[in-house]
């Protein structure tokens, strides 16, 4: 057994740290001369994913004090340690979200849900309509005021298509109506609300978007794509600012209901980050939280301006730029190289769908922030996107030594095999959006073909290449449920029962890589997590059951016992 157990006087240097340098007292001990741990874990299924096989481990304030032996770490139990025997149960490291919308979840709550199943339970457009009328009845919302809904999917819809302008008026022509897709890259609006927007028959598409119109004519029919959702409110519109920092607050308790203990909250402003910092400086955020700034909208002089923070405060900190290069396989607008083998209504056989920024002005962008060491994450779904983003990093780095940049591919969901050598090549981290082949698996066997299809999020491939790689939820497009995300990363099956990729599944202990040391290499964060290690910060958690011991088809159903954040409990089942 590999031990990692600290010398007493490292340990009595991190308990100091904990009760402050001028406290007057001794500090508590077993034996004379013995510092007391906090917390002591103790069982026989510790998963400390550093290689270590350990039966015990000790928490001296916000860090792992000891690992090894349960014998020789009890010599560290004070009386006012909290001694947890997890029997059955396993310990983890704190789960990492390597890429999410923390601001999106915790908006989301107050709004309307209109999610398909699991998530919710619309199944028709006719549900959609359904609920919409209830929500204006039951909250009494007031004629002309924004009724907002989101996570419809229209892959999962008895129809298998986009409600209409049309449909949502069945619901109330006295309210501007905005409902936005499962993707967040679509959305649907009644006629109200495209009056209120000045959207007619008139108004041209803007550059990265589409605005859907009636068969055979140039009235519009609702349904917005990519950069046209910006001429409608925001999904925060009509939410005081008192009630958004109280969601923001149950937001953070959803993710630890989850095992979260790093959260991502990307495609952020300016502003909004300001907030977020004098936010945590009054009031700490009891998970980390690291923002990246959406560079599409800003100026040259604004980009070169952003910095990033090397060090959390009040749990807080920006962790980089990130650019959004197209859109998504579900919504049909993820840029491809080669057709789609179905598109969306009325696409012709060479659709391909289409970049949502400006490629000249991405590769313009890239090499600046490269230069600066700013951390840049890009969202690519596509092939052709995915070209562009690695095309921009190559151009970047030409004749120069490859340095430690860890750009990431958000999704990168239809890379090629090509593609990942390239990746390797120029240190890229691919970030998959591993819950695919579950909830839109089978809609992507129409949209791409089996072969495309089954590509999808390859992480067998990556790991054979030896690329580093991290999954993730895209939450609130998914909830941020992590388990679920490693029970579909390992096991690939689509809602219909069929595996989608067999030769890219991974192991349980591969998936669980990704979502702890992974995700903490990505953060640039390896040193401080993603590991029970000696001298990381004690961000963990606790699991009903052993997941590599389990059925990989119960892995989802694994609960969350306790989560703890810099060594304190914050979710307790």
């Known amino acids: 057994m590999r031990k990692q157990l600290h010398s007493i006087a490292l340990v009595s240097a991190l308990l100091l740290a904990a009760c402050g340098s001028e406290t007057e007292s001794e500090p508590e001990t077993a034996t004379a001369g013995s510092p007391s741990a906090d917390i002591i874990f103790v069982g026989d299924h510790i998963i400390t994913m550093d290689g270590s096989s350990v039966t015990a481990v000790a928490v001296i304030g916000e860090r792992i004090a000891a690992?090894?032996?349960?014998?020789?770490?009890m010599a560290l139990q004070g009386e006012s340690t909290r001694l947890i025997e997890l029997g059955e149960r396993t310990?983890?490291?704190?789960?990492?979200?390597?890429?999410?919308?923390?601001?999106?979840?915790?908006?989301?709550?107050?709004?309307?849900?209109?999610?398909?199943?699991?998530?919710?339970?619309?199944?028709?457009?006719?549900?959609?309509?359904?609920?919409?009328?209830?929500?204006?009845?039951?909250?009494?919302?007031?004629?002309?005021?924004?009724?907002?809904?989101?996570?419809?999917?229209?892959?999962?819809?008895?129809?298998?298509?986009?409600?209409?302008?049309?449909?949502?008026?069945?619901?109330?022509?006295?309210?501007?109506?905005?409902?936005?897709?499962?993707?967040?890259?679509?959305?649907?609006?009644?006629s109200m609300a495209l009056t209120n927007a000045g959207v007619t028959s008139a108004t041209e598409n803007p550059d990265g978007g589409i605005i859907r119109r009636r068969p055979g004519g140039s009235e519009p029919d609702g349904v917005m794509e990519e950069t046209a959702l910006s001429l409608f409110p925001s999904s925060s519109t009509?939410?005081?600012?008192?009630?958004?920092?109280?969601?923001?607050?149950?937001?953070?308790?959803?993710y630890a209901s989850y095992g979260i203990t790093t959260i991502q909250d990307a495609n952020v402003g300016l502003s909004y980050v300001e907030m977020l910092r004098a936010e945590a400086a009054a009031d700490p955020f009891a998970i980390d939280i690291v923002a990246y700034v959406l560079g599409n909208p800003?100026?040259?002089?604004?980009?070169?301006?952003?910095?990033?923070?090397?060090?959390?405060?009040?749990?807080?900190?920006?962790?980089?730029?990130?650019?959004?290069?197209?859109?998504?396989p579900q919504g049909r607008t993820a840029w491809l190289s080669q057709p789609y083998d179905q598109g969306p209504p009325g696409a012709d056989s060479g659709y391909v769908a289409y970049p949502s920024y400006d490629p000249q002005a991405y590769r313009d962008r890239i090499a600046g922030l490269l230069e600066r060491e700013v951390p840049v994450l890009v969202h690519a779904n596509g092939d052709a996107a995915i070209e562009l983003m690695i095309d921009g990093i190559a151009v970047a780095l030409e004749g120069k030594p490859i340095p430690d940049h860890r750009a990431t591919i958000i999704h990168?969901?239809?890379?090629?095999?090509?593609?990942?050598?390239?990746?390797?090549?120029?240190?890229?981290?691919?970030?998959?959006?591993?819950?695919?082949?579950?909830?839109?698996?089978?809609?992507?066997?129409?949209?791409?073909?089996?072969?495309?299809?089954?590509f999808i999020s390859p992480l067998r491939a990556t790991i054979d290449r030896e690329i580093p790689f991290t999954i993730h939820n895209d939450s609130p497009i998914v909830p941020p449920d992590m388990m679920r995300l490693v029970a579909i990363t390992v096991n690939r099956l689509t809602r219909s029962g069929f595996v989608l990729g067999p030769d890219q599944r991974v192991s349980v202990m591969e998936a669980l890589y990704?979502?702890?040391?992974?995700?903490?290499?990505?953060?640039?964060?390896?040193?401080?997590?993603?590991?029970?290690t000696v001298g990381k910060r004690a961000d963990l958690v606790i699991l009903a059951e052993d997941p590599v011991l389990v059925d990989p088809l119960e892995l989802e159903n694994i609960a969350i016992v306790e989560t703890f954040s810099r060594g304190k409990s914050i979710y307790l089942r």
Do not use: C
């Open 238 to 254: 009509g939410i005081g600012e008192a009630r958004l920092r109280q969601l923001r607050r149950d937001a953070l308790s959803l």
């Open 514 to 532: 990704a979502v702890t040391q992974g995700a903490a290499y990505q953060y640039f964060e390896e040193d401080e997590k993603g590991s029970l």
């Open 298 to 328: 800003l100026d040259d002089v604004t980009l070169a301006a952003i910095t990033h923070d090397e060090e959390y405060a009040g749990g807080f900190r920006v962790g980089g730029v990130k650019f959004t290069l197209d859109g998504s």
């Open 412 to 454: 990168a969901q239809l890379i090629r095999p090509d593609q990942l050598d390239r990746v390797k090549a120029l240190g890229i981290i691919p970030s998959y959006y591993s819950v695919h082949p579950y909830f839109w698996g089978d809609w992507h066997r129409l949209s791409f073909g089996e072969e495309r299809a089954g």
């Open 91 to 190: 310990l983890l490291p704190g789960f990492i979200d390597a890429h999410g919308h923390f601001s999106g979840v915790s908006r989301y709550a107050d709004l309307l849900d209109l999610s398909s199943p699991p998530v919710g339970g619309v199944s028709d457009v006719d549900d959609i309509v359904e609920l919409i009328r209830l929500r204006i009845e039951q909250r009494q919302i007031r004629p002309g005021e924004l009724v907002y809904g989101f996570g419809y999917d229209d892959s999962l819809l008895a129809e298998l298509r986009h409600p209409t302008r049309d449909d949502l008026d069945r619901a109330s022509t006295d309210h501007p109506i905005v409902i936005r897709h499962v993707s967040g890259h679509l959305m649907v609006a009644n």
């Open 67 to 73: 690992t090894g032996d349960a014998s020789e770490l």
